[in-house]
Each structure stands twice: as C-alpha cells, then as structure tokens.
C-alpha cells in the first residue's frame, strides 16, 4: 500500500478478491493525494483501516463488499470530498457504526 499510496496520478483503484491479503490498510497523511474512486472487495483478511487526515483528499466514491472480517474503521471523518458509499454483503452492525463514525451526510447504499 505503501507504493500506491505514493502514485502520482492515480485516481481510480480497485483492491478485488484477494489483490490485498493484509490484515490492516494505512492512509497516512499525502498518500493517494489524487484518488477519487476506491473499491474494496472481498478481502478476507482486512480486518482494520485506518485514514489519517490528509490522505485521501479527493474520494468522492468508496465501495466496500464483502469485507466480512472488517470491524475497526477509523479516521472516515478526514474524508472531506466523500459524497457516495456502497456497501454490498456488509453487515448491519458495520454500516451501523459507520454511519456514526462518518457524522455529515453521506449517500450510503447498503445492499445484500
């Protein structure tokens, strides 16, 4: 994550089925300064994310699905240009606590 973080120009990234096998993702402060477009699916061991202010300056749009071990979100509030979140097969219990922890209004789509 590191490396990509540090992409000059990418702004559309999409970690599917077992692209990314960690358990935890960083965004540190000036990692992926130009991402508008996050997609997260189906990573069986992400159990933890983690956003510092200042990373991910420009996300407009995040999907998660199928995330089933993903339980700690933390720093969503540092995401000033987020409009849009799609959940797809998360639990009721995560999009509970995420909607807490985003407190602003934010599209969030929970389907499945």
Known sequence: M??????????ILNLLAYTYV??????????????????????????????????????VELEIRGCDNLKNLE????LPELKE?????MPQEFVADLREKLDRDIAVTNEG
Do not use: D, H, Y
């Open 22 to 59: 960690g358990a935890e993702i960083r965004c540190l402060s000036g990692e992926f300064c130009e991402l508008r477009v996050l997609k997260l699916w189906m990573l069986e061991n992400l159990t933890q994310w983690t956003v510092r202010k200042g990373a991910l300056p420009q996300l």
């Open 85 to 89: 979140m799609i959940l797809t097969n």
């Open 75 to 78: 720093g969503f509030k540092e």
């Open 2 to 11: 590191r490396v990509l973080g540090n992409l000059p120009r990418i702004n």
